[in-house]
């Protein structure tokens, strides 16, 4: 029997845990194997036996004054006879044998046992890998799981899932694989350990072995935001002003760069200079577009506006808006971007918008006209004065409700409102030279044209002293052509 307890020995040291939880698990194994085969309702216990090492199965009762139930009880004068030590209160243990287990009894046993060794083996490998959650690990490819793959990390499976690879990397079993710890779940049914190539910090562990100044902590990796396949900007900040941070993660010809790409599979990477100021910061995250300027908009919000020109603007937004999405996952503010052209024509609108749209009707009760008749206007869809003045005598008296009498009285207040400006030399709010005249007004020009019309033959002295001017050469010019 002394095999089961080297069995025991050799299973915890290939799965790395504790040999007494091996022995708790064929304790409780045998325990409902005994209890499958007894068919009884008595008590049973299970003991590692140290000097034959097998595990002895017992039947234990209680000793009491009155027994109730005789499969878990007995009484104290029956139980001195067994053992002479007995008190009422304690137990009596009656050994069975377990020779008489069977086939289905050793199958549920061993169902037991690798169910207990399967949660130990979980709760050893969470206690080692919960810790070490964002460290980079060596793996390699063991199985293919569909489209997830299977790692070995050599104490425990790990999965990487196809969420969490480079659309640029396909492997193959046997592949040596580098990865960073992005999560430990103790229920899982499959392996606990769930690994990641897509994740922001595998650049930042790849930059950190490649770098010896980020590993030395001179630089400062500040932040990093990543699409797996496509690019990353990586924030950088250096601690001694002697030291470029940019140049520092390039290194001489590219070469620290270039490696890490090469890891990634040609994946493009932006490193960045960090700043404190959100808008140097955000002026380089946009790179490699040349910003014009940036505007917080919402500093508590978090939200900016970025002005670039116009053919910097597909630049700054990249590809399906990816330069600007990563930009904004870097800074952690919501950014809006647009063209030089897009801002001006924002403004003109905002400009417009302020701009009065007229002075309204009822301006005009306080030049005369009463509050009935500007109420008549402005349910005729005559809202402003400026449209009032526009408008004709005839085409006033066709407002309903508005008889010829009354259109002398809206002459007389439209006029007296625009002369209060005209007296002060300025122009009515609203109004622009392009209006037509005031009611009951004419422009000179008119006048003229109204008097030709009365006098055809009429010609005013002015005009023809111009002609007789025009015919008249002075005494002494020269009278050269083309002089």
Known sequence: MGTIYQSI???????????????????????????????TNEEFAAELNERTGAIDLFAVKKVVENVEFASKEITLEDALRIDPNAV??????????????GRISA????QVIFQKVREAERDTVFQEYSGRVGEMVNCTVKRIDGPDLILDLGKTEARLSRKEQSRLESFSVGDRVRCVIKMVDKSSKGPGVEVSRAAPELVMR???QEVPEIYDSTVIIKGCAREAGERTKIAVQSRDRDVDSVGACVGMKGMRV???????????????????????????????????????????????????????????????????RLAAKLLGWRIDIKSE???????????????????????????????????MLVAGGIGTVEKLGAMTPEQIEEIQGIEPQMVETIQVAVNAYYSQYDSQGETAPGADASQPPQIGEQEPEMAVEA?????????????????????????????????
């Open 88 to 101: 009422e209160g304690g137990e009596i243990r009656f050994a069975k044998s377990t020779d008489m287990l």
């Open 451 to 483: 008097e030709k019309a009365e006098n055809p033959g009429a010609e005013s002295a002015e005009s023809a002293n111009m002609k007789d001017s025009e015919h008249t050469v002075p005494e002494g010019a020269a009278s050269e052509p083309g002089v």
């Open 341 to 375: 052209e897009e801002k001006r024509q924002e403004v003109e609108s905002a400009m417009a918008a302020l701009v009065a749209p007229g002075a309204p009707v009822s301006v005009l009760i306080d030049h005369g006209m009463d509050e009935a008749l500007a109420a």
């Open 107 to 110: 199958q549920t046993a061993k």
């Open 258 to 324: 270039q490696s890490i790409i090469r890891e990634l599979r040609s994946e493009k990477i932006d490193i960045i200079e960090y700043s404190e100021d959100p808008v140097v910061f955000a002026t380089h995250a946009l790179s490699p577009a040349k910003i014009g300027r940036v505007s917080i908009l919402d500093a508590v919000g978090r939200h900016m506006e970025v002005i670039v020109d116009d053919s910097q603007l597909s630049l700054a937004i990249g590809k399906k808006g990816q330069n600007v």
């Open 9 to 39: 020995e050799i299973l915890s040291k290939e799965k790395g845990i504790d040999p007494r939880i091996v022995v708790d698990a064929v304790k409780d194994a045998l325990l409902v194997a005994a209890r499958k085969h007894y068919r």
């Open 206 to 208: 790849l930059f950190e």
